[in-house]
């Protein structure tokens, strides 16, 4: 019961975007791994699944569109951020045409999703992206050594579900795309994934 009052606090998103803050440790690792690990240039259309208030927003140089389930998110990233497009929408049932993007990101989300949600979104972001681009996962991991118990505690108590190891990431979107490339960044609060997506047999 204290878990379902503590995740509607959080829903809100003033407490939201506090929360963020007090991550800053790992937003910083999640703007490192975006700025080394995807290709952007100012005429680069990126999607954002599950975007939250809009943070990454501001790391992204070209064009930005923003989704999130959370309509309450979306309105605020609409009143907080300058430029970019944001829509309420379901990360696993996209409205937008085939290879409307350029590339497509989801960021600290894919806890919050089941295995079948995980895929479903996985093939969204494929049908979606263009011919060269990717679907690139970057999100918290539960501790990669297990003696971190402190870690591993401190993410169980996320409101996402779903923590997950690398392997068992890579496990879950290896069902239905390949998996080109994966690395982590070790932290004090989490460690952090990143895992490039692409068609399933476009790995040589
Ligand atoms: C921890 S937040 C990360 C937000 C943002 N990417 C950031 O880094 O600030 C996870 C987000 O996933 C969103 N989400 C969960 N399930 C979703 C779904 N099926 N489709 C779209 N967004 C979803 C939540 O509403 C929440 O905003």
């Given amino acids: 019961?204290?878990?379902?009052?503590?995740?509607?606090?959080?829903?809100?998103?003033?407490?939201?975007?506090?929360?963020?803050?007090?991550?800053?440790?790992?937003?910083?690792?999640?703007?490192?791994?975006?700025?080394?690990?995807?290709?952007?240039?100012?005429?680069?259309?990126?999607?954002?699944?599950?975007?939250?208030?809009?943070?990454?927003?501001?790391?992204?140089?070209?064009?930005?569109?923003?989704?999130?389930?959370?309509?309450?998110?979306?309105?605020?990233?609409?009143?907080?951020?300058?430029?970019?497009e944001f829509i309420a929408m379901d990360a696993t049932k996209l409205t937008f045409p085939d290879a409307s993007f350029d590339q497509v990101i989801s960021v600290a989300t894919t806890h919050h999703l089941d295995g079948g949600q995980l895929q479903a979104m996985a093939l969204e972001a494929l049908r979606v992206v263009r011919a060269g681009g990717a679907f690139h996962i970057i999100d918290a991991i539960l501790p990669v050594n297990p003696r971190d118990r402190a870690k591993e505690m401190f993410f169980r108590m996320d409101r996402g579900r779903f923590p997950r190891k690398l392997e068992d990431l890579v496990a879950v979107v290896s069902g239905v795309a390949g998996v080109a490339r994966t690395r982590v960044l070790n932290g004090p609060m989490h460690d952090v994934a990143y895992v490039k997506v692409v068609r399933a047999g476009a790995i040589a």
Avoid: F
């Fill in 1 to 84: 019961m204290l878990r379902k009052a503590l995740e509607r606090v959080l829903e809100l998103p003033a407490v939201y975007d506090l929360n963020q803050l007090i991550g800053q440790p790992t937003v910083r690792r999640y703007t490192q791994l975006i700025a080394e690990e995807v290709p952007l240039t100012a005429e680069t259309s990126v999607l954002d699944l599950g975007c939250g208030t809009g943070a990454t927003r501001q790391i992204i140089p070209g064009r930005y569109c923003g989704i999130d389930i959370n309509p309450d998110y979306i309105a605020a990233a609409k009143r907080i951020r300058s430029g970019g």
